[in-house]
């Protein structure tokens, strides 16, 4: 049996843009950190611990305190159910059924790593109709770093399962972040983007594949049934 681990934002759920939007709205009415770098690919810990952690260390010298960070939480979920009554959050094009059809199959165990925190994350994932609490999931609760929330969801799977170990694992994202989480850990990793230079950055990231959607689920789920690697 393989285990397929999905990212959340831009990967399952069309809402990447509105998350950074909120994220960085919250940022600055909470703690009032302007000017904030958008390029994640740049902080330590592409997560939203990691890089709330990141921004008070350059700005305060300190860490986050707990209630610091729940407080930003209950913002940020606020913001973010604010803008869905403005547009709503959109599954990527075919990612429910593929996903369903996925969680049903004795060939595969699914699991679900994001950086985000559960909070927000079983927010949007509830928002576009992708709510899967059966799942294995690990979150940016349980790590700062991307390797970390991986081999979290890696183990609630496992364990989900009764095993110790997998034939092989494959991680679907769409970030550089995600690519060279997986490749740091060994994972096979496919790729999800329509825009041709991400899509590009993704294979020199190493990704085995990319797809746009889940639309064509034959021919995706022929790659991961080529996808051999043991982890």
Same mark, same amino acid.
């Given at each position: 049996?393989?285990?397929?681990?999905?990212?959340?934002?831009? %990967?399952? %759920?069309?809402?990447?843009?509105?998350?950074?939007?909120?994220?960085?709205?919250?940022?600055?009415?909470?703690?009032?950190?302007?000017?904030?770098?958008?390029?994640?690919?740049?902080?330590?810990?592409?997560?939203?611990?990691?890089?709330?952690?990141?921004?008070?260390?350059?700005?305060?010298?300190?860490?986050?305190?707990?209630?610091? *960070?729940?407080?930003?939480?209950?913002?940020?979920?606020?913001?973010? %159910?604010?803008?869905?009554?403005?547009?709503?959050?959109?599954? *990527?094009?075919?990612?429910?059924?593929?996903?369903?059809?996925?969680?049903?199959?004795?060939?595969?165990?699914?699991?679900?790593?994001?950086?985000?925190?559960?909070?927000?994350?079983?927010?949007?994932?509830?928002?576009?109709?992708?709510?899967?609490?059966?799942?294995?999931?690990?979150?940016?609760?349980?790590?700062?770093?991307?390797?970390?929330?991986?081999?979290?969801?890696?183990?609630?799977?496992?364990?989900?399962?009764?095993?110790?170990?997998?034939?092989?694992? *494959?991680?679907?994202?769409?970030?550089?972040?995600?690519?060279?989480?997986?490749?740091?850990?060994?994972?096979?990793?496919?790729? *999800?983007?329509?825009?041709?230079?991400?899509?590009?950055?993704?294979?020199?990231?190493?990704?085995?594949?990319?797809?746009?959607?889940?639309?064509?689920?034959?021919?995706?789920?022929?790659?991961?049934?080529?996808?051999?690697?043991?982890?």
């Amino acid at each position: 049996m393989k285990l397929v681990m999905f990212d959340i934002d831009g %990967t399952l %759920t069309q809402t990447f843009q509105a998350d950074e939007a909120c994220f960085v709205q919250a940022l600055r009415e909470v703690f009032g950190f302007t000017g904030i770098n958008t390029d994640w690919a740049c902080y330590p810990h592409c997560s939203d611990s990691g890089i709330l952690e990141a921004l008070f260390q350059l700005g305060l010298g300190r860490s986050p305190l707990p209630t610091e *960070i729940s407080t930003f939480q209950a913002h940020f979920v606020s913001l973010l %159910t604010a803008a869905t009554v403005v547009q709503p959050f959109n599954p *990527i094009a075919g990612a429910r059924d593929f996903l369903s059809n996925l969680t049903s199959s004795s060939a595969f165990a699914v699991s679900l790593a994001s950086g985000a925190w559960e909070c927000s994350a079983r927010f949007k994932l509830a928002s576009t109709g992708l709510d899967f609490p059966q799942i294995p999931a690990a979150f940016s609760d349980d790590a700062h770093a991307r390797e970390a929330i991986m081999q979290a969801s890696l183990a609630r799977a496992a364990q989900s399962r009764s095993r110790d170990s997998f034939d092989a694992v *494959i991680y679907v994202g769409d970030g550089v972040w995600d690519a060279r989480a997986a490749r740091n850990l060994g994972f096979r990793f496919i790729g *999800i983007s329509h825009e041709p230079a991400r899509v590009e950055r993704l294979y020199a990231e190493g990704a085995h594949h990319v797809f746009a959607d889940y639309l064509d689920a034959d021919s995706f789920m022929a790659v991961l049934h080529e996808s051999n690697h043991v982890a």
